[in-house]
């Protein structure tokens, strides 16, 4: 399977029985810990990669902030494999700006800059979502995903479209990997690829399974997580065993984006 342009890197985080290449994303894990010092935890666990929601307040962040994260990144000796655009109040419920007239701008001036911080830290994923209706145009949402990928080629990132559940994310107009496929083929780039979400697909009815299997030369990133309950593989009703092995040949790392405040939020790892 093609995981995209994330190739190389360290192996920490590896599943010791299928090989695969695991990241946390340090918006939704080890949020005990304050976000400058989830790099190293992350590192202390095993894991050789995170990846991030927009982490900062607005699109454009002094750059002392910049320089804090990227250093707490790089001293805990971890990469960063996935980012996301600015995708606004994410605790108050916004999906991404980058379809609403009313918030286009603000996506716009946070392309170069999450592309260029993207850049520093060798991040080749960049997550662009797509915003909530109804007010959505879909015409500036493409617009902007060009830029947007236009943008990221300069570096050689690939920019990922992402499908939300509806149960969750009762505004988010893109809620199956079809209507996903639609706006990426609607974008005209190539190096705009899917996000496949396990959990949101797999809450919206989707076979994931077949979904990696049949297209698993158009995803450019994977992220994980179990039904119900959004928390770790092996604690809901998704078939782990047979997804990991779908996932067999993904070049890319799978990102831990589920939520677990437990003493191991890693413990799944043993089976």
């Given amino acids: 399977m093609s995981g995209g342009p994330v190739g190389g890197g360290p192996v920490g985080g590896g599943h010791p029985a299928t090989g695969l290449r695991f990241d946390v994303n340090l918006s939704i894990l080890l949020t005990h810990l304050p976000l400058l010092e989830r790099p190293r935890a992350a590192a202390a666990a095993g894991f050789g990669a995170v990846e991030l929601w927009w982490p900062f307040d607005g699109p454009e962040p002094p750059d002392r902030e910049l320089d804090a ?6 001293d805990a000796g971890v990469r960063l494999v996935g980012l996301n ?35 520093r830290l060798g991040c080749r994923v960049l997550n662009a979502l797509y ?3 109804p007010g959505a ?12 990928a236009d943008a990221a080629s300069r570096i050689g990132a690939t920019v990922v479209v992402e499908a939300l559940n509806s149960h969750e994310n009762p505004r988010y107009p893109i809620t199956s990997s079809a209507q996903a496929f639609a706006v990426i083929d609607a974008v005209g780039r190539r190096n705009v690829a899917f996000l496949a979400d396990l959990y949101h697909l797999h809450r919206m009815g989707e076979d994931v399974v077949a979904v990696l299997e049949r297209h698993a030369g158009r995803i450019g990133h994977v992220q994980i997580a179990d039904d119900p ?22 070049d890319g ?8 405040t437990s003493p191991d939020p890693f413990s799944w790892r043993t089976r």
Wanted: charged residues 25%; proline residues 5%; glycine residues 12%.
């Fill in 137 to 148: 145009d879909p015409e500036l949402a493409l617009e902007n995903l060009a830029a947007a």
């Fill in 69 to 74: 994260l990227q250093r707490a990144i790089e």
């Fill in 253 to 260: 790392h799978v990102g831990l984006e589920y939520k677990d």
């Fill in 229 to 250: 309950g959004r928390g770790q593989p092996f604690s809901g009703r998704m078939p782990y065993q047979e997804i990991f092995r779908a996932l067999e040949g993904h």
């Fill in 131 to 133: 915003g909530n209706g």
């Fill in 85 to 119: 655009f600015d995708a606004g109040d994410m605790a108050a419920g916004e999906r991404g700006l980058l379809s609403d007239p009313a918030t286009s701008k603000r996506f716009t001036a946070n392309i170069d800059v999450a592309v260029g911080w993207a850049e």
